[in-house]
């Protein structure tokens, strides 16, 4: 009787109360939590999407030549698809990976090659929005080696196939429009070779061919550039 006496005297909040005001101070403190969870993921985004495109201006201006050593083209294609493996999934994308065994090293530069992995990635990535299949494989042909990126997007409407590789061009919101640009340098700069397929509603795949030997003679080919 005297604790009921107490917590009910004049002035004095009942024990029910305060314990129904922490908990909503509770509720709404994991709220606002919640909110500036949501808000710093935004921020870390955006933070990264600029990064990326500061990072595709200095490579745009600042070319080099590639610091060729022997190296596997597979591994490289592992290190990307690692790499890029946690946004892969938040915008819940599949990763089907076709390497051919025993595939041949060649002189390649690793950091450009990635970089230029990267990039085809992240075009197949945004050319699905959320959802879809990504298909990497890799191959030898002709004195060379391969790696293919594939996407299930919309495609790329043929008055566009012709501007693709343009510097500046692009087909998104947010886009810098070098991506593909410096893709195609880093290829021609290793003597190789890049096709693109696109199809209406099936997606799109870049291809690119890259020689074992350096200063290897290319015979260019229907649909593919230097």
Known sequence: RKQRRLATEPGQMPVSRLRRTRRTAQEDLSVSLGRLDRYLAVAKG???RLDY???????AIRSSPPQ??????????RETI??????????????????ARDLPSGPL????????????????????????????QTGTSANGVWVSISDTGSGIAPEQLKLIFEPYFTTKKKGSGLGLMIVQRIVRDHGGLIKLESHAGRGTTFRIWLPLRAEQPRLLEAGWHD
């Open 46 to 48: 955006e933070i990264a």
């Open 53 to 59: 495109i500061v990072t595709q201006f200095l490579q």
């Open 68 to 77: 060729r050593k022997v190296a596997s083209l597979n591994d490289m294609v």
């Open 82 to 99: 690692e790499l890029l493996k946690p946004e892969l999934e938040n915008r819940g994308q599949n990763v089907v990976e076709r390497l």
């Open 109 to 136: 530069d690793p950091a450009q090659i990635k970089q230029a992995l990267v990039n085809l990635i992240k075009n197949a990535m945004q050319a699905m929005t959320k959802g879809g299949v990504l298909t990497v």
